[in-house]
């Protein structure tokens, strides 16, 4: 059980990372609108808090792209 | 306040409140390294490695007591409100303390055989029975990395406030897990009784705070049940201090702040829209309302932010009747004007 469990977390983590990539890149700036004028270091600070949560903010960037379509 | 994120709003009280806190971790680790180094020797002497782990371990372990004892004590003593402040970064250091005794943990521990790190830390110590303690801590781990990651104002705004602080009521789940994680681990091996005394007293400190806390709270709710729809009786006019508040609790953990300025009063929610600070604990600073918090400011007559800045607060109506200020509880939605109430010349009420 432990080690399906590491697993797991390990496999979100790994999607989290590629995620947050894309999210940090892109679809931050366009959930909230204000990111466009921050710093690189917060959007770098930002970064493990996307892997962490990354299924909540691209539901979030999803219904942004689908609000203004 | 800003209209663009920061990596740390810094001002002089984070500096110096950061500056403390980071030499006081390492002020410790030296301190218990060094002592232990001097005193351990012989038959009972202990490596630097391991030194350096139960340094850290009982360094988190006494950050994260003092971080979860902050939130209760500020109900009873506004001297605690200097910690209280900027608890954020203590929780971001007790992260950066936490996560580094672990690491230390799995380099240790696990990192010199053929079996990958974490698993043998985690799994492998306990395939033949035993209680994994060392899970109980993995788990706090994840939840403690969720809570620092959290940790800055861009969550708070995109996550909402409601949301975020259930997440961060994560922390005694963790802090359950850390309980369990020191009982079944450390404390199994330890002969002397001085370390369960210790946490023992650490539990009970948390969870007695946090107890009458909640008393307290609930016996405040209970004294303000019946504001609901008739007008309250705030107090006299000259106990509110000029370009400063008097502070009225409603129902629902509702609260007012009624400020006192420029020979008139205006009242406004006493939670700041930024992350929940207490207005009413700031002053009038260039004619607006400003939190004590974060600077985050507002105009009273409106609850408005003033431009270019966007956040607004909830606003309530105000009556003097002689020299009394009287409150009307039900709110008034965010930014909207509400005619401040003039103390010269306040109008009779029947």
């Known amino acids: 059980m432990f080690d399906f469990i590491l697993l797991m977390v390990a496999f979100y983590a ?47 960037w999803v219904s942004v792209e689908r609000k203004s379509a | ?34 002592v232990g180094m001097l005193t351990l020797r012989g038959d009972h002497a202990v490596s630097v490695p391991i030194l350096a782990i139960r340094a850290l371990g009982t360094c988190a372990i006494v950050l994260l007591h003092v971080i979860l004892c902050i939130g209760p004590l500020a109900r009873f003593t506004a001297r605690v409100n200097v910690l209280l402040y900027n608890r954020r ?101 330890e002969s002397a009784p001085i370390s369960a005394v210790l946490l023992g007293i650490g539990v009970v400190c948390v969870l007695g705070l946090h107890l009458a806390a909640g008393i307290g709270e609930w016996g405040r709710d209970r004294r303000t049940s019946d504001h609901t729809r008739d007008w309250i009786d705030v107090g006299l006019i000259s106990e509110i201090p000029e370009d400063r508040a008097r502070v009225v609790h409603l129902d629902n953990a509702r609260s007012v702040a009624v400020f006192r300025y420029d020979g008139r009063l205006s009242a406004v929610g006493n939670a700041c829209a930024h992350q929940g600070g207490p207005l009413g604990e700031g002053k009038i600073v260039d004619g607006c309302i400003t939190c004590p918090w974060h600077g985050y400011q507002y105009l009273p007559g ?25 409150l009307n509880p039900a709110a008034k939605p965010a930014g909207t004007s509400v005619e401040p109430a003039l103390i010269d010349g306040g109008e009779e009420d029947d």
């Open chain 1, 14 to 60: 790994l999607i989290g990372v590629v995620a947050s990539g894309v999210l940090v890149s892109v679809g931050l700036k366009r959930i909230d609108p204000v990111l466009r004028s921050s710093s690189l270091g917060v959007r770098l600070l930002i970064f493990p808090g996307c892997v962490a949560l990354w299924p909540i903010m691209l539901f979030k």
């Open chain 2, 302 to 326: 409106c609850g408005q932010s003033p431009p270019p800045y966007t956040e607004t607060i909830p606003t309530y109506e105000l009556r003097i009747k002689g020299d009394r200020v009287l």
């Open chain 2, 89 to 189: 970064h203590l929780g971001v250091a007790f992260f950066c303390v936490a996560a580094l005794h672990a690491l230390l943990v799995v380099g240790y521990y696990g990192g010199f055989g053929v079996e990958n790190p974490v698993s043998s830390v985690l799994i492998g110590a306990h395939r033949g029975g035993g209680v994994a303690f060392e899970f109980f801590g993995f788990l706090a781990l994840l939840i403690f990395f969720v809570m620092a990651a959290t940790s800055h104002d861009f969550w708070l705004a995109n996550l909402g406030a409601t949301f975020w602080k259930t997440l961060h009521m994560g922390v005694y789940i963790a802090y359950t897990l850390v309980v369990l994680h020191v009982v079944f681990g450390a404390l199994r091996s």
């Open chain 2, 1 to 34: 306040m800003s209209n663009a994120y920061k990596l740390v709003q810094w001002n002089r009280h984070k500096r110096v409140y950061d500056f403390v806190v980071i030499g006081s971790v390492l002020g410790y680790l030296m301190t218990f390294v060094g």
